[in-house]
């Protein structure tokens, strides 16, 4: 069973950081991408980064350059993104997806499976 469980939100003020890990199971971590998604109160889903199969290539949204990292722990099956400089826009609930493709991209339909989501609150 493909598993995919967030951890890492809490509270922080602006300007401050965050890392949020998304630990994985049930699948050849390999072989899939790894998004970031966040959604705020009465937004939609969007995209915010994520890292390719194999060779891990990274993309990330342009809210994100040069303010968030995403990486990946092969030995651990987790997928981290440090988060930096935080804005109260980046409030959100975040959320981890797995795309079997293993192109990945920031298109919620491009996933195949979901994790919970982490609540993200950035304080002004």
């Known amino acids: 069973e493909v598993q995919l469980q967030a951890s890492g939100g809490g509270l922080v003020q602006a300007g401050g950081s965050l890392r949020l890990s998304c630990a994985t199971s049930g699948f050849t971590f390999d072989d899939y991408a790894i998004g970031w998604f966040r959604q705020a109160p009465g937004k939609e889903r969007e995209g915010v980064s994520c890292?390719?199969?194999?060779?891990?290539?990274?993309y990330y949204a342009t809210s994100a350059v040069g303010r968030f990292t995403i990486s990946s722990d092969n030995a651990k099956n987790t997928v981290y993104l440090e988060m930096n400089s935080l804005k109260p826009e980046d409030t959100a609930i975040y959320y981890c997806?797995?795309?079997?493709?293993?192109?990945?991209?920031?298109?919620?339909?491009?996933?195949?499976?979901w994790g919970q989501g982490t609540l993200v609150t950035v304080s002004s």
């Open positions: 890292i390719s199969n194999s060779e891990r290539s990274t």
């Open positions: 997806a797995a795309d079997l493709s293993g192109w990945g991209g920031l298109q919620t339909n491009d996933y195949d499976y």
